[in-house]
T-cell receptor, first 110, second 118 residues
Framework: SQQGEEDPQALSIQEGENATMNCSYK?????LQWYRQNSGRGLVHLIL?????REKHSGRLRVTLDTSKKSSSLLITASRAADTASYFC??????????FGKGTKLTVNP | DAGVIQSPRHEVTEMGQEVTLRCKPI?????LFWYRQTMMRGLELLIY????????DSGMPEDRFSAKMPNASFSTLKIQPSEPRDSAVYFC????????????????FGSGTRLTVV
């Protein structure tokens, strides 16, 4: 089935640095969403960007969307140890099914 | 609001037994989704309901899986008979009516049910 594919699969950085995760997808979408999952927990919605939007901000998060390239990026600025988690992009397809990628595992070292 | 509530949190059962997972969505959310998460396959959409009606069950692995939503505040996912390969974390999520192109909000997920079939 069509999925977003995150890149990289794993990312390790130092506290205070910025973290960038990328997502590519295959077909037209209504919107693209990013979620965070702490180990052993459920998914938490972070930010949603509609197909007609190019950039969106929420606190330390910045999301971009390029529908011509079918790609998105999530930037976390000034990372903290508490940002350690897996991050997933999810594409809301025209059929209104939300399909998830395999995720990026982010480790922020204190 | 208490969020999406799933029960049980953990379930260990023997192969061949029936398993029922439960979900209470957020009040006012009219769409409900069942996902399964494994290391190998990631997050898979099993089935989703809109206004209590099953819309797409193409992700349900086989006839051993069934889901119901008898009212707006309750849904079940049943596996009968269960097999070891069904071991996974099962998530329920709900969303508001403003989805798709007009969406402003994402889905709200429950804490999941960790199912182990031995």
């Amino acid at each position: 089935s069509q999925q977003g594919e995150e890149d990289p699969q794993a990312l390790s950085i130092q506290e205070g640095e910025n973290a960038t995760m990328n997502c590519s997808y295959k077909t037209s979408i209504n919107n693209l969403q990013w979620y965070r999952q702490n180990s052993g927990r459920g998914l938490v919605h972070l930010i949603l960007i509609r197909s007609n939007e190019r950039e969106k901000h929420s606190g330390r998060l910045r999301v971009t969307l390029d529908t011509s390239k079918k790609s998105s990026s999530l930037l976390i600025t000034a990372s903290r140890a508490a940002d350690t988690a897996s991050y997933f992009c999810a594409t809301d397809l025209l059929s209104e099914k939300l399909v998830f990628g395999k995720g990026t595992k982010l480790t922020v070292n204190p | 609001d208490a969020g999406v509530i799933q029960s049980p949190r953990h379930e260990v059962t023997e192969m061949g037994q029936e398993v029922t997972l439960r979900c209470k969505p957020i009040s006012g959310h009219n769409s409900l989704f069942w996902y399964r998460q494994t290391m190998m396959r990631g997050l898979e959409l099993l089935i989703y309901f809109n206004n209590n009606v099953p819309i797409d069950d193409s992700g349900m692995p086989e006839d051993r899986f069934s889901a119901k939503m008898p009212n707006a505040s309750f849904s079940t996912l049943k596996i009968q008979p269960s097999e070891p390969r069904d071991s996974a974390v099962y998530f329920c999520a709900s969303s508001r009516p403003d989805r798709g192109r007009l969406a402003n909000y994402g889905y709200t997920f429950g804490s999941g049910t960790r199912l182990t079939v031995v």
